[in-house]
Nanobody
Framework: VQLQASGGGLVQPGGSLRLSCAAS????????MGWYRQAPGKERELVAAIGSGGSTNYADSVKGRFSISRDNAKNTVYLQMNSLKPEDTAVYYC???????????????WGQGTQVTVSS
């Protein structure tokens, strides 16, 4: 199983970016999917997560600005980021809890990270 993230880049304050992360490989089911970020000198933190049924939760710092969604047919999770601030600058990682075989264990997988830089 691999998670491939894309969509990062450089954007001015107030701008928008959309991150995508596609899971590929042999999978039976995907449970929760989410996005984390890690800024220089800081610990990795949860940004947003979405359950298999569509329930979501967000870090307080991004509520009202970021929106997470998923396309189960494409095994893909998205993060729409609006009204970006310099403090959103970080490497963003996607995460997914995946069961690879029926009745097998669920474990988490991580994407490679994509840099988001918010600067004028």
């Amino acid at each position: 199983v691999q998670l491939q993230a894309s969509g990062g880049g450089l954007v001015q304050p107030g701008g928008s970016l959309r991150l995508s992360c596609a899971a590929s490989g042999s999978m039976f089911s995907i449970n929760a999917m989410g996005w984390y970020r890690q800024a220089p000198g800081k610990e990795r933190e949860l940004v947003a997560a979405i359950g298999s049924g569509g329930s979501t939760n967000y870090a307080d710092s991004v509520k009202g600005r970021f929106s997470i969604s998923r396309d189960n047919a494409k095994n893909t999770v998205y993060l729409q980021m609006n009204s970006l601030k310099p403090e959103d600058t970080a490497v963003y990682y996607c995460n997914a809890w995946i069961r690879t075989v029926i009745l097998g264990p669920v474990r988490d997988y991580w994407g490679q990270g994509t840099q988001v830089t918010v600067s004028s």
